[in-house]
Nanobody, 116 residues
Framework: QVQLVESGGGLVQPGGSLRLSCAAS????????MGWYRQAPGKQRELVAR????????YADSVKGRFTASRDDNAKITVYLQMNNLKPEDTAVYYC?????????WGQGTRVTVSS
């Protein structure tokens, strides 16, 4: 049974930073690609960042240079999303994602609100 648990969301002022974490359990391991998606009110879920099993990252154009994805494949698979210089348009629920074959797994989401 795969479980993804996100944490680290909250309210932050424009220009501030947050670090999201996603702890994976079950059959997700170092060989699985992981990612972060977000869904703003009234909008479709969109890819924010992807990090492969080998550690290669790619980002949505809107977050390049501001967000950094990383992973720790030691005792427990954990992926992070460091978000700097946050903007109001980054406000959304952020979801962790794991890919296993043709299956996509999702966490419950963590809310990020950027507002003064």
């Amino acid at each position: 049974q795969v479980q993804l648990v996100e944490s680290g969301g909250g309210l932050v002022q424009p220009g501030g930073s947050l670090r999201l974490s996603c702890a994976a359990s079950g059959s997700i391991g170092s060989g699985n690609d992981m990612g972060w998606y977000r869904q703003a009110p009234g909008k479709q879920r969109e890819l924010v960042a992807r990090i492969t099993a080998g550690g290669t990252t790619n980002y949505a154009d809107s977050v390049k240079g501001r967000f950094t994805a990383s992973r720790d494949d030691n005792a427990k698979i954990t992926v992070y999303l460091q978000m700097n210089n946050l903007k109001p348009e980054d406000t959304a629920v952020y979801y962790c994602n794991a890919v296993q074959g043709r299956w996509f797994y999702w966490g419950q989401g963590t809310r990020v609100t950027v507002s003064s």
